[in-house]
């Protein structure tokens, strides 16, 4: 096998996503972290790319749509603040990232459970390590909430949520699998972090989506046995009791409730700063605003990636970027997809956090990109040419 076949072979694709996964617990700063992932993924994508591959990739719905976000804000440096071609490269470097994750061969549900569960000790090891450090360095305390991490996925919000996203993994799959003490062990691992070590409110949210996603998924295509939902209820009802005790009678709890929840200002600053500028086209890529709270905090992006494209690329940027989420979602949840739940979750949290989704998405790779481009290799796979079909690696998904 020459070294294009090889760079373009689903047993690269595996070993290069995976690396990749890992190095955000690894790499610190974010030039370094940009610099592996190009040699690791991006130029052995690029340097074996054929046209029919990217043709093929183009023929699915939600690609198409990622396109149409691309464009807009290509569109609206054109007409507003930035440089359009600037938009063009990181485009294309997004378009990449998704074709090389759509390589990956068909993986069987259990591989997907094992390493949803790899991937999910990785992160608890990594949060407990930097628990460590950081009291030791005298940084922190039990009951205080951790300072950023060090390695480049340091934001605690986007730590949460991409725990929350294998949780979700975990809970469809391993309810599939009937693996059910499994599925309620992941669960308090990921509310015990998320709650006591990180302290974000975020996974409050994402839990409750993943446990009415579960009861749904249950009644509709489980067995509907009452023994199963009752114990899945029961577990529900502590685990929100426990919550609760967590919120309102400890140091933990109040330390959660004291902070201020400053998003609906934001978002108010921004939008009003879009509607200045034009909702139809946004105020540009490059748009030099910062939103200043009411108590004097700077705010120096929107804090969500709905609002942050609207502030960008107005209407023509905001409806393709909620059309390729709805679609997306609704198509993976219909389809029972491993992926689809970990993109739901995915895009829960970056509604309450995050910026662009295409100039230097940062820790929102792992969240957003990530789990929409494991939905889209799927659909390949399912109805795509055989250019994404050969050479399989692994079994159908059971």
Request: with cysteine; net charge positive.
């Amino acid at each position: 096998m020459s070294l294009i076949n090889f760079l373009r072979s689903p047993t690269f694709a595996l070993y290069a996503v995976g690396t990749w996964m890992v190095s955000f617990l690894v790499i610190s700063g974010s030039q370094a972290h940009n610099n592996f992932s190009y040699l690791v993924l991006l130029i052995p994508t690029l340097i074996s790319l054929r046209f029919e591959e990217i043709k093929s990739f183009f023929q699915n719905r939600l690609a198409q749509g990622l396109l149409l976000v691309i464009l807009s804000l290509i569109l609206a440096a054109a007409l507003g603040d930035g440089d359009p071609w600037r938009q063009v490269k990181f485009g294309l470097i997004v378009i990449l990232f998704f074709i090389a994750v759509a390589r990956l061969p068909m993986i069987s549900n259990t591989a997907v459970y094992r390493a949803a569960w790899i991937f999910l000790g990785l992160l608890c090891l990594y949060v407990s390590g930097n628990a460590i450090w950081q009291y030791s360095q005298g940084y922190w305390q039990l009951g205080v909430r951790l300072n950023d991490m060090h390695a480049k996925l340091e934001n605690v919000i986007y730590v949460t949520n991409t725990m929350g996203g294998m949780m979700a993994i975990i809970t469809l799959l391993g309810i599939e699998q009937k693996k059910f003490r499994e599925v309620l062990v992941a669960h308090a691992l990921v509310l015990f972090f998320g709650l006591v070590l990180l302290q974000t409110r975020s996974i409050i949210g994402i839990w409750a989506l993943t446990v009415l996603m579960t009861y749904i998924a249950l009644y509709k295509h489980q067995l509907r046995n009452i023994k199963v939902i009752s114990t899945m209820a029961v577990a529900a009802i502590l685990l929100t009791s426990g919550i609760a005790y967590l919120l309102f009678f400890t140091s933990i709890g109040e330390s959660l409730l004291a902070r201020n929840f400053y998003r609906p200002e934001i978002w108010a600053g921004y939008i009003a700063e879009t509607v200045r500028c034009g909702i139809t086209f946004g105020c540009g890529p490059e748009h030099d605003f910062q939103y200043v709270s009411h108590d004097g905090f700077t705010m120096v992006h929107p804090h969500s990636v709905f609002v942050t494209q609207f502030y960008k690329a107005g209407l023509v940027g905001f409806i393709p970027l909620i059309a390729l989420t709805i679609l997306a979602a609704v198509q993976g949840y219909k389809a029972r997809s491993w992926a689809g739940w970990y993109f739901i979750v995915g895009a829960l949290g970056v509604c309450f956090d995050g910026s662009s989704l295409v100039h230097s998405p940062s820790q929102r790779w792992l969240v957003f990109h990530l789990p929409l481009a494991l939905l889209i290799a799927q659909q390949l796979h399912q109805h795509a040419p055989a250019l994404f079909k050969g050479n399989k690696q692994a079994t159908r998904p059971n």
